[in-house]
């Protein structure tokens, strides 16, 4: 059914229909919209049976999972931005031991300096532990992704990491188009769990591994996840078939096939690259879009197959590795070995600061004509000014200090 | 098991003689058919006191349910030493997920059970004091205050003796650990800091708390037997002795444990809903002396000159565990 709905409200109610049996949660914004929805969904018996916990931190939320996961459970919690860091160490456990957990994360700027807003700091903070990990571009891709990922997760025994804008897509009043719990059950088959702690046939969990055996345990999730890339494909194709639309797979091409000038990026961002590309494609610019869905296992092949006759790759991502550059950029370089392709690596969008039409085609224009400098990293829409003033002071908190700069109109 | 006041003792002990009772009055231990959920051939040390207590706490709640129950297991030796990869102790489901969230992932494990109406099973956290009181501190307090429908088995062997005897917030003032030797001024872990987890726990007001010690398995068996009857959060505070970090021979560690007892150090109680129903009382006390003595943790307060002084504190500790908790008997209790 189609509606005018909230990002959120939209999520909880896709994760509802995943009929899930414990959902633990801890509020963060701007995940909370989601886990309240759930929580009046358990409360009045609309989604039942559903334990759903409040526990008193993000690292006992991903415990919790992992126990009800463990004990043959479908569970589910949300998180964002601190929240994944507090539970970094339980998700490397959760991966490590193949529980099939499914996490909205509602994509969040890591402090310090403090920030509510938007950026893929957090679930790229994580992008190693084991998850796979997925990005809506649009609500109604978050909505379709969880669904999938319920059957990822369960169908290669890994979790998976469902990442979309906070606020951005969060709390954006968009047409979504709810599924029918009949088209959910008929797609989505009960959980049979590979292990299950049961008194009728007493398993351990969680042994202690040595050096003789710790690095094949590892190298197994690794190619479960290389074989994620082929079921993520699969998936994708039967949701197609059964609801009508195409969402997921690894990578989603705009206009691309022909560009000379190619824009990578992750999540919601998409949007406007889009119609910067449909603007200057009207002008006769020969430029396109790359979406990457799966961001974690790396769709190399089919990265490259959709990068490989482009002259220059732009990688626009909302996070960055201190002291190196793009973490993005540095995985489609991967992509695109032994080619001749200029890769610029843009950072915009940190902590939420709005990457607008007029930025893109702003940034879209210094590539066309060779302003970037190769190799360089470019932060899209900085203030090197208030930067610059900051690095000659000697003293005093750096936030402050930019903050009142920035009052008193100074760069 | 029914729990009546049992008049026949080992002589010297106090522990009550299994061959003196009829067959259905015995230990769970005593049984032949006890389940021996942690079985033989596990790595801990000769005399290790958390690898009895883990036995005896979870053949009991075995006994209790029918055989129906689910271990969640913090890291640190009992885990370590239980399961090093490809085997295995434990004789019933068990996981062990991290450190600091054995409470939380019991918590989940009960939660599915409940989601998929399997509640005859029943769910028991268990982990070291460090994992208990430290790392693990909010993920318990958390169990607690939402009255989770688990057993949460603290096995206190009051410091971290897995990674080479550290302080915790359980380790006595005045004792010696890695991290707290007994050089400087003040010899030893400080007074005044560490933290009564069974008395927080009690705060939580959970249907119930006890503590209990390897020494005394009638009244640890009973206080499983008694958590295994109730649901909602419940806390067991087991009191282990660690020949290797205590420094004490391994054949003292029933000893120890009793003595703990029996000087009021280590105060042995249950408490329904936040209070206190019922303590064991001493029947013979013992100076903290004769406890202190025999472990090397202690030694820097004994010999020439020593630290009577210290002694003196740790004993005016202990006397203030008997006031506070009603320790000594009298002519009345012998008389019940």
Known sequence: MRSQIEGSQAV???VALCRPEVISAYPISPQTHIVEALSDLVRTGRLEPCEYLMVE?????MSAAIGASAAGARAYTATASQGILYMAEALYNASGLGLPIVMTVANRAIGSPINIWNDHSDAMSQRDSGWIQLYAASNQEAVDLHIQAFRLAEAVSLPVMVCMDGFVLTHAFEPVDLPTQEQVDAFLPPFEPRQVLDPAAPVTIGAMVGPEAFAEVKVLMHVKQ????????EIAGEFAQAFGRSSGGLVRQYRSADADTVVVALGSVLGTIEDAVDELRDDGVSVGAVGITCFRPWPLAELRAALDHARRVVVLEKAFAVGLGGIVGQNVRLALEGLPTRVHDVVGGLGGRPITRASVLRLLGDVLEDRLEP????????DWGLVQRELERPFGPHAENILRDLAAGLR | MSRQKIKLYQVGSFAVGNRLLDADERTVQARSERSNTLTSGHRACQGCGEALGARYVLDAAMRATGDQVIVANATGCLEVFSTPY???????????SLFGNAPAVATGIAAALKAKGRTGVRVVGQGGDGGTLDIGFACLSGMFERDDDVLYVCYDNEAYMNTGVQRSSATPPAARTANTKPVGFEPGNVFGQGKNAPLIALAHEIPYVATATVADLHDLEHKVERAMELHGARYLHVLVPCPLGWGAASCDTIRLARLAVETGLFPVFEADHGEVTAVSKIRRQAPVVEYLRPQR?????????????????IQAGADRNIRRFGLLADETDEEE
């Open chain 1, 12 to 14: 909880a109610a896709a």
């Open chain 1, 226 to 233: 290389m074989q994620a890339l082929d079921v993520i494909g």
């Open chain 2, 86 to 96: 490809p085997e295995s102790s434990w004789q019933l489901p068990w996981i062990h």
């Open chain 1, 375 to 382: 190799g360089a990293l470019t932060f899209l829409d900085l």
């Open chain 2, 297 to 313: 943790r202690f030694a820097h307060l004994f010999g020439e000159p020593g630290r009577p002084d210290v002694v003196e504190r």
């Open chain 1, 57 to 61: 931190s993000e690292f006992g939320a």
